[in-house]
């Protein structure tokens, strides 16, 4: 089954900090993975995305990895700011082309940033 | 340039009446998506426009559920006789084409329906 996991499912942190948000997927044929910011009330906005031959690639203060092998990804986000608050979702495209419903989404990471 | 619009932004009907969600693109994008985002769940798909034509709608839940595009444009998204269970945050996607899934996804900020 065609599957998307996040971990974890909610996470605090203080400002100025690090932290490291994870996905699992079980997705196949895996085309690319793509990492989405959301805000309370909008709609999702991607930071990256990742093709297969990808291992990492930065954005700003977000960096996000790909082990393709293993079939896990990460977003790190660095020095946290409090307009980092928001959800994190993972997203992996399952086919290169053709119906875009192959797309399968994780259910995110809520991500709260404390001053 | 302007982003994906979507209205209303937030729709309060009675169970068992039809509701009608407008979706307008970016201009040029001649994809079209449907999701829905219920509550502590992850984005489902509901169905992908190319141009006017629905190659894929499997993700429609029911038969109450409909949804056209015209113009390659406007998409409006219909449910009928609704439900409790369709409560829920319906977002709006485009991208230029598609045919791609390297294309990016632009979402509009949503419509929240709340069926009492």
């Known amino acids: 089954k065609n599957q998307v996991e996040q971990s974890p499912q909610s996470l605090i942190i203080l400002e100025g900090k690090n932290c490291t948000l994870q996905?699992?997927?079980?997705?196949?044929?895996?085309?690319?993975l793509r990492w989405y910011k959301q805000d309370t009330g909008r709609g999702p906005v991607s930071l990256t995305i990742?093709?297969?031959?990808?291992n990492t690639k930065s954005n700003g203060r977000y960096t996000a990895t790909l082990d393709a092998d293993t079939k896990q990804s990460s977003l790190h986000i660095t020095a946290s700011q409090l307009s980092d608050s928001a959800s994190y979702i993972c997203?992996?495209?399952?086919?290169?082309?053709?119906?875009?419903?192959?797309?399968?989404f994780g259910k995110g990471t809520k991500l709260s940033v404390k001053p | 340039g302007a982003g994906v619009s979507q209205s209303p932004s937030n729709k309060v009907t009675e169970k068992g009446k039809d509701v009608e969600l407008r979706c307008d693109p970016i201009?040029?994008?001649?994809?079209l998506y449907w999701y829905r985002q219920s509550l502590g769940q992850g984005l489902e798909f509901l169905i992908y426009?190319?141009?006017?034509?629905?190659?894929?709608k499997s993700g429609l839940p029911s038969d109450r559920f409909s949804a056209e595009r015209t113009g390659g444009s406007v998409s409006t998204l219909t449910i009928q006789r609704t439900q409790q269970e369709d409560s829920a945050v319906y977002l709006c996607?485009?991208?230029?084409?598609?045919?791609?899934?390297?294309?990016?996804?632009?979402f509009g900020p949503g419509t929240r329906l709340t069926v009492t």
């Open positions: 996905c699992n997927y079980t997705v196949s044929p895996f085309s690319n």
């Open positions: 990742m093709t297969f031959s990808e």
């Open positions: 201009s040029g994008h001649t994809a």
């Open positions: 996607a485009s991208s230029l084409d598609g045919g791609r899934s390297s294309y990016e996804q632009y």
């Open positions: 997203v992996v495209s399952k086919t290169y082309g053709g119906s875009q419903g192959n797309l399968i």
């Open positions: 426009f190319q141009g006017n034509s629905a190659p894929d």
